[in-house]
């Protein structure tokens, strides 16, 4: 049985916390697309801890983590990530390594900066780490797979090939230092040592675990809205943040994914630049950014601060659409207990006319919030257990929302911890 777990919206939305729970129960977690420029924070007996690469349910002993093919793998990152978590006492988790995963190069990081440098006001606001140059190359064909590492006589050819190309750009165009191939090569060779015990067949291995009717959890990083195709082009990630790409990002057949939980936040908060038809500005939003996730919401990788805003419908509801959703996990409700009055985003005023269809770019750039005023429950929700003891304005919400995105929400996150979740039954 397959799994995915996905965001509904930019991201941040408390996926990591979600798989790490739903962990318990799996065999293997597949990590399908994206890189270490996204960050999932987690809170459990050994800590707390910022995972930007490693799958999140690598604190258990029993499950075997797993880089897909679908990621930008940092090797460096990897390397480091696993070595924080040993020196937190974390017990020696089962990692396997794509030999189809591509590797991000340090100049892709290079490259990231300096065109975020050169863009100036108009840049995306990238983590720069990589990711855009990274997919860039893949879809290019000039990117290194793991399994070029064990291919070293035709590796120098190819990297000459590249250093020609990425020189051009270098001198011309950003007026930087040029790459030298030698370096490249020992670069890559660094790498081959610290991936060559991990590497492996995964989509074999998944094939084979799904005829043995292993538990498979895919978990996706950032959400719908940050989708290259479906989310706010050009405002978005480079690989597809879609349950459905969990299909090819591990190689696993599509069929497989049974279940799709879409983690959906009570709130909205974006990180980088685009349209954001919720946003809320001054004292609102720095009360909601301070009293946000565990600890407030700022970037796990940067330390950015988070860009706040009320619950969006129109833009939940497209994105646990595009996501296939079977269930909703409605995260961070713990955090609304301080207001009165809850606003909610219920639509989309665009050229005079009101939609709850989440529109393209240029269309949503000149949206405007049509906003409906809920009552708040005013008091603490954290270590509830059961539904029915919320208190009614509390699920009040909860219903509110699941009838407006018409999604069933079967799980409801009431803190950040993994025993801090209340099933419902549908
Ligand atoms: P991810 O990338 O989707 O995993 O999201 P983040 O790692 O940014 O998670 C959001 C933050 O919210 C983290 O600091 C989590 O520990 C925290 N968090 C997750 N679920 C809840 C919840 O239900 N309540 C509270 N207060 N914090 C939560």
Not at 14 to 32: N, Q, S
Not at 55 to 80: C, Q, R
Not at 183 to 202: G, T
Request: aromatic letters at 10%; one cysteine or more.
């Amino acid at each position: 049985m397959v799994n995915a777990i996905v965001g509904a919206n930019w991201g941040d939305e408390g996926k990591g916390k979600i798989t790490d729970m739903l962990a318990k129960e799996a065999d293997i977690i597949v990590r399908f697309q994206g890189g270490a420029n996204a960050g999932h924070t987690i809170v459990n007996k050994y800590g707390k801890f910022a995972l930007h690469i490693v799958p999140s349910g690598i604190f258990y002993d029993h499950t075997t983590s797993i880089i897909g093919n679908g990621v930008a793998l940092n090797v460096p990152k990897l390397f480091e990530e696993l070595e924080s978590l040993k020196e937190k006492g974390v017990p020696a988790p089962k990692i396997l390594v794509s030999d189809r995963a591509q590797m991000v190069m340090s100049y892709h990081i290079l490259f990231d900066q300096y065109e975020e440098e050169r863009l100036g006001k108009n840049s995306f606001g990238s983590t720069k780490s990589g990711i855009a140059p990274f997919y860039s190359d893949k879809f290019a064909k000039i990117g290194f797979q793991v399994s070029e590492l064990f291919d070293e006589d035709s590796l120098m050819e190819k990297i000459e090939r590249v250093c020609d190309t990425k020189n051009v750009l270098l001198e011309h165009l950003y007026h930087k230092p040029r790459l030298e191939p030698g370096e490249i090569y020992r670069e890559l060779m660094s790498y081959k040592e610290m991936v060559a015990p991990y590497v492996c067949d995964v989509s074999l291995f998944l094939w084979k675990a799904v005829q043995e009717g292993k538990n498979i959890l895919l978990e996706g990083q950032l959400g719908s809205l940050k989708d290259p195709d479906h989310g706010i082009y050009p405002m978005v990630t480079s690989s597809s943040t879609l349950a459905a790409y969990g299909a090819i990002g591990a190689g696993l057949p599509p069929y497989e994914i049974k279940r799709i939980i879409t983690v959906c936040k009570a709130y909205s908060s974006a990180v980088g630049a685009g349209a954001f038809v919720s946003e809320i500005f001054g004292e609102e939003a720095d009360e909601l950014r301070r009293r946000g996730g565990d600890g407030g919401e700022y970037g796990a990788t940067t330390g950015r601060p988070r860009r706040m805003g009320w619950f969006d419908v129109v833009a939940s509801k497209y994105g646990c659409r595009i996501q296939g959703t079977t269930d909703v996990a409605f995260t961070v409700l713990d955090v609304l207990g301080y207001l009165d009055e809850i606003p909610v985003c219920v639509g989309y005023e665009i050229d005079g006319k009101v939609t709850t269809d989440f529109p393209t770019t240029s269309l949503l750039n000149k949206a405007k919030p049509v906003l409906e005023v809920l009552p708040g429950w005013k008091c603490d929700i954290r270590g509830i257990r059961e539904y029915e003891a919320l208190p009614e304005n509390c699920r009040k919400y909860i219903e509110f929302v699941e009838e407006r995105i018409g999604f069933p929400i079967t799980m409801i996150s009431n803190g950040p911890g993994r025993e801090d979740i209340i099933f419902r039954k549908k």
